[in-house]
């Protein structure tokens, strides 16, 4: 395969032009460093190399003015806004910032084509005003002011330009309408200079009258790369634009166009492989290369083109160790660098001023990877003490001086972090500049740490030394708020570009990289509609039909673009391979690119077309058996001695996982900040509010008086209880302070209820409240001690009837507490374990004989109040005629303790595994 490059400059040679004399204009950079390297395998002599450079630097030479950056141009721009625009109807900068780019590509577009700057924006002008036409008379406020938005863009236009031009300054489209004007100058100047534009496809006005002025004065060759195949179809995207120059440039009326070639029709290895997400593709790519570099040790010749420039990183990652050497022709998105998310999660959180930071917001940051290291001091990191601090004492928010207080030595760290900008710009950008020298300091006395974390903090201090100097210039950055939105615009625009050796090893580049260059094995990856080509995206002011009459781009001409050089790949290439996304991602993917679907229908290659899916391993969920080792058992051993609660054994029966892991193990649960109350703090809130008012009344009767003496003591024992049980968590708003008045209100209605009973002549007398008591519970057939322990929230007589009462804050129904056959009772968890505590209860209290026989025993559930208390009762059989025995005598008891002994013996017993349970988390 010759290069199309060698293949210009052979024929450059051919023509006896001396190379060194020449001056090659080509669509990129990169194409230059292969053109070099080509020129040196036809010389016989060292010369002095020819003058090589892109259309871009060729173009500002013409023009004579300097290329601004869009960060500046928008500073610029809005220079000029406020200058035409009232102080009165003047936009803030972050507000301006939400149309100004799409502006200034309008203005680029304009002139890069050589628009009529006054017919155009005079058109748009006029189209708005016929949208705006009302017969009922006087337009609104909203209305004028948008008209007046119009009416000035051709001034905007106007007083920036002239701005720009003044200073020898331009924005790209500026920079080309110059160049197409000083293009005649330039000719009667450098009479002896011979031009060679090679590569070129999409031209825009002012690139072609550049070149066609060149061309008719002998001053230049132009040298296309397109198919015979492409151009000679009338309908061929591909062709679009050389059909287009072969018809209106006169030059070609009397003169050859350079060149048709004929390498698409022969033979290709070319496989389109679906593969599902981003990563799939990348590990795909990665299994690729290892098989190719078997039979292409250098892989110069091999090219991968990113579709989607956020491939890169995954890429990087899956590219098999045994490729040392590789050169990446692209720049990684500062957006997608780790360090972007640090800086733009700090702005935000200061964006109004706070004075007190959410607690997520601080664990992101202090738990950030490019800070989190910056904490450590000897064996501890005072971030890791920060959050477990904000956890365990549940803190939904908390101030910057509360931070400093609990940093130690951390406290200037915490300083540059938190301590307020006072909504100032100046020291938001001198923060995190210091942030970035000290995340400096500390990678350079670490020297095992990632040296790419340098390279990024370098271009971050870059970036906000040019903010910062933008802002000394101009001063228009007034909050944090404007602050937030040119960082977000600059990081969408920024790359961190990578160096290497472009002539050795394997390539990795972005389409647009690929221009002019050829490789023998291409793999182009995300080749799905939307992506190539990207589709109908319209991102300008200037309608479609405006466009269409003033002969601007619309996606029509883009989507010939992105043909021209999916293609044009192909030309050469040996062998190809497409991949595409087959999951449907957000707005894009799923849908192959109709690129592939035009390669089945022309029928010229053969195509292998094939599905891929990671080889996920068929895993069959197996339920989990832990067994019980000497280890374990002397765990059971010692847990029996201090005591089985009614809870843990309820818990054992729901999951015998659950209860080897919390009670086997001992593992807490992991402590959260509960943002809103939880239903266990709920609980426990209205049973030790209820212990404050009952417990002084064990031994004695419940009074009207007594009660009613209750109800303003709800509140202030509410609070007082809220505020032990959910530490510095804020309830005095919000969803919290909604469960806050129903904690108050199952209260009250509580208490109302037992005085409404008081009134219809019942009698209650409180015998303990909150009793608890640990028992000896025999089992001849073990050789340790075995206690239950239980804590009951009330023991009452009601109407000269003890009853044993356990509270609940959720709902619980009658049947609840109801069971049929007593061997079913340790066995279903949500149907019995309600029944299982209140028996467990009852029985811990007989045996320590703080209760007789006949006794009730059951639930008041504060969300089902209604119904009373809920007694626990046996059954004869199932349905609503069966027979209830709703008095516990010593026959029930008796039954129960079959089922408890039961239940420990399986728990002691050391050849019964603790064996997982399905289990509907979602119930």
């Not at 229908?601 to 989990?624: A, Q, T, W």
């Not at 029966?653 to 193990?665: A, E, G, Q």
Request: aromatic share 12%.
């Amino acid at each position: 395969m010759q290069s199309f490059i060698k293949t210009v400059l052979v024929d450059l040679k051919r023509k006896n032009l001396k190379l060194e004399n020449l001056h090659f204009i080509l669509p990129s950079k990169r194409a230059g460093v292969f053109l070099k390297y080509q020129l040196s395998t036809l010389i016989d002599y060292p010369i002095f190399a020819p003058e090589i450079l892109s259309i871009e630097a060729f173009v500002e030479e013409l023009s004579g003015l300097q290329n601004l950056p869009n960060t500046d141009l928008l500073f610029k721009l809005y220079e000029a806004y406020l200058q035409l625009t009232s102080e009165k109807e003047q936009e803030p900068f972050e507000s301006f910032l939400k149309w100004a780019q799409i502006l200034l590509q309008d203005f680029n577009e304009v002139d890069r084509f050589l628009v009529s700057q006054d017919r155009i924006f005079s058109s748009l002008n006029d189209i708005q005003q016929i949208n705006n036409w009302t017969l009922e008379g006087e337009q609104t406020d909203l209305v004028k002011n948008y008209l007046k938005f119009w009416q000035r863009l051709k001034d905007y236009y106007s007083v920036f330009t002239e701005s720009l031009l003044q200073s020898k300054q331009g924005y790209q489209g500026l920079i080309y309408r110059e160049a197409a004007e000083n293009i005649q100058s330039y000719v009667e100047n450098n009479r002896g200079k011979i031009h060679i534009f090679l590569g070129f496809n999409a031209l825009n006005t002012s690139e072609s009258q550049i070149i066609q002025e060149l061309l008719q004065n002998d001053l230049a060759h132009v040298y296309w790369d397109i198919d015979e195949y492409f151009i000679e179809d009338p309908v061929h995207d591909v062709g679009f634009f050389m059909r287009q120059y072969l018809k209106d440039w006169s030059y070609f009326r009397s003169n050859s166009f350079n060149w048709k070639t004929s390498n698409y029709h022969k033979s290709k290895n070319i496989q389109v492989v679906g593969i599902p997400k981003l990563v799939g593709q990348a590990k795909y790519i990665g299994q690729l290369l290892n098989e190719i570099s078997v039979s292409n040790k250098d892989l110069k010749s091999v090219a991968i083109i990113l579709g989607e420039e956020n491939l890169l990183t995954p890429l990087l990652n899956s590219i098999p160790k045994s490729i040392s050497h590789l050169n990446v022709t692209m720049g990684l998105p500062l957006k997608y660098v780790p360090l972007a998310s640090l800086f733009t999660k700090l702005i935000s959180i200061h964006k109004n001023n706070p004075t007190h930071f959410y607690y997520k917001d601080i664990i992101d940051i202090l738990s950030h990877p490019s800070v989190h290291y910056l904490f450590e001091s000897g064996s501890s990191n005072a971030s890791s003490d920060i959050i477990a601090h904000i956890q365990k004492n549940n803190i939904v928010y908390i101030s910057s001086g509360e931070l400093q207080e609990l940093s130690g030595a951390s406290s200037v760290l915490i300083s540059v972090l938190f301590e307020s900008w006072q909504g100032q710009p100046k020291s938001a950008l001198e923060k995190c500049s210091e942030l970035i020298f000290s995340i400096k300091s500390s990678l350079d006395s670490n020297k095992s740490l990632n040296r790419l974390e340098l390279e990024y903090l370098y271009r971050f201090n870059s970036l906000f030394n040019q903010l910062i100097k933008l802002n000394n210039t101009h001063n228009h950055l007034t909050s944090i708020s404007a602050l937030h939105g040119i960082f977000n615009e600059l990081l969408s625009m920024e790359t961190l570009d990578f160096k290497g050796e472009p002539l050795e090893g394997l390539q990795i580049m972005g389409m647009l990289e690929s221009r002019v260059l050829d490789f023998e094995t291409v793999i182009i990856s995300s080749v799905n509609e939307g992506i190539l080509p990207s589709g109908k995206t319209n991102n300008s002011f200037i309608p479609f039909d405006v466009k269409i009459q003033e002969n601007l781009p619309t996606y029509k001409e883009k989507d010939a673009v992105y043909a021209y050089h999916f293609f044009r790949l192909l030309q050469r290439a040996k062998n190809v391979y497409i991949l595409y996304n087959t999951e449907v991602d957000a707005l894009k993917g799923g849908e192959k690119s109709r690129f592939i679907t035009q390669l089945e229908i022309e029928g010229i290659h053969e195509m292998d077309h094939k599905i891929i899916s990671p080889n996920i391993p068929n895993v069959k969920r197996e339920l989990k058996h832990i067994n019980k080792t000497p280890e374990v058992i002397e765990n059971i051993k010692a847990l029996a001695t201090k005591g089985f609660s009614p809870s843990s054994l309820t818990n054992y029966m729901r999951n015998p996982m659950d209860f080897y892991f919390d009670k086997i193990l001992n593992i807490e649960e992991f402590e959260d900040v509960e943002e809103n109350i939880a239903a266990n703090t709920l609980g426990s809130v209205i049973h030790n509010t209820l212990e404050d008012f009952y417990k002084p009344l064990e031994g004695h009767f419940l009074t009207i008086d007594l009660l009613k003496s209750f109800k303003d003591e709800i509140e202030p024992t509410t609070i007082k209880h809220f505020k032990k049980l959910y530490n510095k968590g804020d309830f005095t708003k919000g969803k919290n302070l909604i469960i806050f008045e129903i904690a108050q209100r199952y209260i009250s209605n509580f208490i109302n209820s037992e005085i409404e009973g008081l009134n219809n002549g019942d009698q209650i007398k409180i015998l303990k409240i909150e009793a608890d008591e640990t028992i000896e519970f025999k089992i001849e057939s073990l050789d340790f001690p075995i206690r239950l322990t239980g804590k009951v929230d009330r023991i009452d007589q009601f109407n000269g009837i003890t009853r044993v009462i356990d509270y609940k804050s959720g709902k619980v129904l009658q049947n609840q507490v109801e069971v049929i056959n007593w061997e079913d009772l340790t066995e279903d968890y949500d149907k019995y374990s309600k029944s299982f505590q209140v028996l467990c209860y009852a029985y811990i209290m007989h045996i320590k004989k703080q209760i007789e026989l006949p006794v009730e025993a059951g639930i008041i559930s504060f969300k089902n109040l209604n119904e009373g208390f809920l007694k626990f009762a046996k059954k004869d059989k199932a349905g609503s005629w069966a027979k209830k025995e709703q008095l516990i005598s010593q026959d029930t008891l008796d039954n129960f303790e079959k089922q408890l002994k039961k239940l420990i013996l399986e728990i002691c017993d050391p050849t019964v595994n603790f064996i997982e349970k399905e289990l509907n988390y979602g119930h």
